[in-house]
């Protein structure tokens, strides 16, 4: 048998589908000399679809998908396990340590990705949390309101990027809002993901304050700090839509070394050990609060906005030194450059049929301004927060400070002209 050392260099890629992200990884791989082998939720009744070569799973048939990821692997063995989104980490755990591989464990993935289970271990651990409540999404509301202290927020505990979040401010916005993530979970889209905590909501205060975002990444328990990100946009509700990053941050040192102490032990007392992490925290007079800590990496296209620079080397972004950190290779001298950098995940204003936008190359001849990227499709239809989930696109920008890279999106942003046409109501007759 030929000795690991002398194997080419691969990692396996767990992801939802095949888009932008993962596509940024396979560049980096193909830079780096690094085979990237796809495990992706798709047909597999189909040969190859995509003619990538991806080995189809399915993540409600968890351990079905597991065993045929082992399989496919034994004539590709891989070097390490990265991730893309939050629903294949539970599985990439899994086969991360049934490879024999270091990683996040399957216990502390779960943990991070469910709401109900990340809360109650930071509690536990001395963390500060907001008071929370988790009922079955068939209960009625009404039956809850001596139980909740306003202002409240409703969320489902497993889907991501604020979808299904509203605040409630009285009895009747409660209602009204517990309502409106009932029918989202009903919906045939979540049905179809047949995760079982897709029937739970969870009723937590309201925590004010501002938000930010940390990339990290934990080297054998070793924590290491990549950006602190600022969200610039006030995210008071209804809804939480995220729009603009900017790193670094321009809050004071004495903050941002608060978030990464608070970060860091959230991350050990969810139990995450080996691999990236990517955590969401408000911050107020009373302290660092963190809302999320995942074990995965930012997500969609936003990791442009980060690049690492090392003496003597060229600079990488996000995805290459993910997959130096997937190989074994020690990535702890990696730092942020130095230039700010910003991105906009340009928000839908409406729900509709998106026609198109104008205005692209007036944005992207903005100073500063790296890039415009419209994803959505004509004829797409679109759906906003707090049902959505996704962009319309993204503006990537550097500048020499914070200020003028956030300013940068958003004049950009300015210059688009977008167009989405209601949609039309079918009547029965």
């Known amino acids: 048998m030929t000795p690991r050392s002398e194997q080419p260099r691969r990692v396996l890629l767990l992801a939802t589908t095949t888009g932008y992200q993962t596509r940024m990884f396979a560049e980096a791989a193909a830079t780096l000399g690094v085979e990237v082998v796809y495990a992706t939720d798709r047909c597999d009744q189909l040969d190859d679809p995509w003619r ?10 968890e351990w079905r998908s597991v065993d045929g990821v082992l399989k496919a692997l034994e004539s590709r063995p891989v070097n390490g396990v990265l991730v893309v989104g939050d629903r294949p980490s539970v599985m990439a755990a899994y086969i991360t340590r049934l490879l024999g591989l270091p990683g996040h464990s399957p216990e502390s993935a779960g943990i991070a990705r469910d709401k109900r289970l990340s809360r109650a271990r930071l509690k536990a651990a001395g963390l500060p949390v907001p008071e929370f409540l988790t009922v079955p999404s068939a209960t009625d509301p009404s039956t809850l309101l001596s139980r909740v202290t306003f202002p409240a927020v409703i969320k489902p505990t497993v889907l991501s990027g604020s979808r299904g979040v509203i605040r409630a401010d009285d009895a009747l916005s409660l209602v009204t809002a517990f309502g409106r993530v009932q029918r989202l979970l009903a919906s045939n889209e979540i049905r179809e993901l047949r995760d079982p905590e897709s029937d739970v909501i969870q009723i ?3 925590i004010p304050g501002a938000e930010y975002a940390l990339e990290g990444i934990l080297e054998h328990g070793a924590f290491h700090t990549l950006a602190i990100f600022d969200k ?8 939480f839509e995220e729009s603009i990053y900017v790193t670094p941050s321009r809050v004071n040192v004495g903050i941002q070394r608060q978030i990464q102490d608070m970060v860091e032990r959230a991350a050990r007392a969810v139990g995450l050990h080996h691999g990236p992490v990517h955590a969401e925290c408000r911050v107020n007079s009373r302290g660092v609060y963190v809302l999320e800590v995942a074990a995965r990496p930012i997500g969609g296209l936003c990791a442009r906005t980060l690049r690492f620079v090392k003496p003597g080397e060229p600079s990488i972004g996000l995805e290459q030194l993910l997959l130096r950190h997937a190989v074994g290779e020690p990535v702890g001298g990696w730092t942020r450059e130095a230039e700010a950098s910003a991105v906009m995940m340009i928000p839908i204003p409406r729900s509709g049929v998106f026609r198109g936008a104008t205005g692209v190359d007036e944005a992207k001849a903005v100073a500063g301004v790296d890039d415009v990227l419209v994803t959505a499709k004509p004829d797409q239809q679109l759906l906003a927060l707090p049902e959505g989930a996704s962009y319309l696109g993204f503006i990537f920008a550097h500048a020499p400070t914070p200020e003028a890279a956030e300013q940068a999106v958003r004049t950009a942003h300015g210059c688009l002209r977008l167009t989405i046409d209601p949609w039309l109501e079918v009547l029965n007759q």
Do not use: T
Not at 232 to 239: E, L
């Open 52 to 61: 990538d070569g991806a080995i189809p799973v399915r993540f409600h048939e």
């Open 204 to 206: 937590e205060s309201y």
């Open 232 to 239: 610039p946009d006030p995210m008071d509700g209804p809804f």
